[in-house]
């Protein structure tokens, strides 16, 4: 069963905006860290942001002050803004969260950025 879904991907010029969403099916996720990571192609995922159980944010350098990480508990779901996009932030972008040792993901959305 999908127990996280990801949505607002899509292409996007340079210095354009998107809004990513994850929606859980799991009333228990809202109490946890959820995070954004990203994927090019040949190498490592990477953390992009987290927002933690008690709503305090952390990002990776490379988007400080465009990405803002935010979440809606009622909805269960958590929001990426991205502005400013550049075309280096072209990935598959993933959300995720653990609960205790198990791992959960979404499927995936693509960001393209290019003019």
């Known amino acids: 069963q999908v127990q996280l879904v990801e949505a607002g991907g899509g292409l996007v010029q340079p210095g354009g905006s998107l809004r990513l969403s994850c929606a859980a099916s799991?009333?228990?996720?809202?109490?946890?860290?959820r995070d954004w990571y990203r994927q090019t192609p040949g190498k490592q995922r990477e953390l992009v942001a987290t927002i933690s159980s008690r709503d305090s944010t952390n990002y990776a350098d490379s988007v400080k002050g465009r990405f803002t990480i935010s979440r809606d508990r009622a909805k269960n779901t958590v929001y990426l803004q991205m502005n400013s996009l550049k075309p280096d932030d072209t990935a598959v972008y993933y959300c995720?969260?653990?609960?205790?040792?198990?791992?959960?993901w979404g499927q995936g959305t693509q960001v393209t950025v290019s003019s």
């Open positions: 799991l009333t228990v996720f809202r109490f946890y860290d």
């Open positions: 995720h969260t653990q609960v205790g040792s198990r791992d959960y």
